[in-house]
């Protein structure tokens, strides 16, 4: 008899381990909610949610097509509460001979696996997870010799491997990349049009209620959840996606809007196919062969397209591949020895920064801001603001439905935080409010005044924004990249220079992180979130 541990990331049935599987000869499935993954960091309730319901239709579907699925809910009795504690009680249930399962989405866990054959005196197979398009071996191979590495040769490198937008050999349209046509500003009468919503079934809402009732303690809110749980739903997302959005994609990539109450103010023109990409509803080359067959039909342009795709086969599998190649030791690089604590507004949203506001206030009701809120709001402020990369990390990792921590990790430490020294990019994102004022309309709707950089109503992300160059001067003035900002703050005078510093100081003290050690209000913020709620 083998059994076969499909976690909650792997709802494929082309999984690797599934196509071993032989239903008529004793293999079973185990599928587990555990406590211990619920909550070694304080998981988003939707997040949870996402997950448990996902994995009940998953199981489901399983059970239709005539396999054995031994399922184990969070409040059945016997749940012991870790995948190690269920395997094993699986397994001698069963009779089990043979453990065999697919390569899994944290190194936290590969690590926990690899001591199950010692503990359970059993062949444990863990195979390679080929949802991927990128094998760890090519990533090494690729990887090797580099001392930084660039997502834009890996992706072109991807493109010829899978054949995706090519003429040959040639990028379609006789460029890779069509960036520099994809930083519009979103105009005031533009109005993105709303995501699919999924309205809850029955399994759907067993399981808002069983999330309600023992995580009502984590940060955020389970009301109005509409995730696709199914592929069936996921592949709807898909379709809504291609021919309502993915057209203007391109053009408001990096764009940003204030809430005007319009229903696509918060997710514009992105997919919104993360979450069914990363529990493996949907699998990421059927994702881009949808966008390629839009642009060879006429009905979305190239510069669309070809962003789309590089998101799927360039970053997300690049930052993947990062991840495996450099876990365990990644995640303690601070290549700024940045240590502030979070402020308590990443947990309350309570701020009058209208940018901010909106981010916090959009994750804590959606479990989801896109990416440039993720990257240019909450991440470049905590860059600028010296905010702990383990406790960003953290925050990142619990937040957000999409989080995984090969694909959240490289992104925050790395992309944000450049806490890695610039292994995965070659320059930090920072950025003052001017930034902010480009891309999107808060501005116009912040108490701040974007144009300010140390009055009493200044945009407090500008004398952050050069508190963050001047300390770290020495380590990032001989960067190529950042030259023509070290020329702009050459040019202070000491005075100037004097001013921002006592701005920023200002601010974080406000903001009760100017110590090291972190607010009172905060740590039981963090400690209470900790908790599951029973
Ligand atoms: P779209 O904007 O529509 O993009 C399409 C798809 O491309 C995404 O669904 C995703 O699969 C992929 N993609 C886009 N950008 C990236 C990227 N930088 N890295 C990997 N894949 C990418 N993505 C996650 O899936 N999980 C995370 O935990 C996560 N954490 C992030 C943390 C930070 C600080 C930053 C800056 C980015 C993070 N991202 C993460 C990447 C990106 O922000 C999300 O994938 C995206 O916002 C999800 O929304 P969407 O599906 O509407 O994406
Ligand atoms: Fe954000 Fe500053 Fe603009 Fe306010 S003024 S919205 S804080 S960038």
Redesign the pocket.
Known sequence: MRLFPVFGDQLSHDLASLRQLDPGTGDAVVMMEVMEEATYVPHHPRKIALIFSAMRHFAAELEARGVAVCYVPLDAPENAGSFFAEVQRAAAELGAEEIITTWPGEYRVLADLRSWEADLGLPVHILEDDRFLCPHANFERWAEGRKQLRMEFFYRDMRRRTGLLMDGDQPVGEQWNFDADNRRKMPAAETPPAALSFEPDATTQAVLALVQERFAGHFGSLEGFDFPVTRAQALAGLADFIERRLPA?GDFQDAMRRPRGEAGDD?LY?????TS??LGLLGPMEVCAAAEAAFAAGKAPLNAVEG?IR??IG??EF?RGIYWLTMPGYADRNTFNADRPLPDFFWTGETDMACVRHAVEQTRDRA?A??IQ??MVT?NLALIAGLDPAAVNRW??SV?A???EW??LP??HG??LHADGGYLGSKPYAASGKYIDRMSDYCKGCRFDVKDSTGPDACPLNALYWHFLMENEDRLAGNPRMGLVYRSLAKFSPERRAELRAKAAATLGEWGIAEDAPSAAGAVLADRQMEPSA
């Open positions: 994609f997710t992105h997919s919104l196919l993360g990409l990363n789309f998101q799927i970053w997300r930052v989801y896109h990416h993720r990257l991440g990142y990792l957000y999409d989080a995984f694909v959240q992104n925050t992309m944000v």
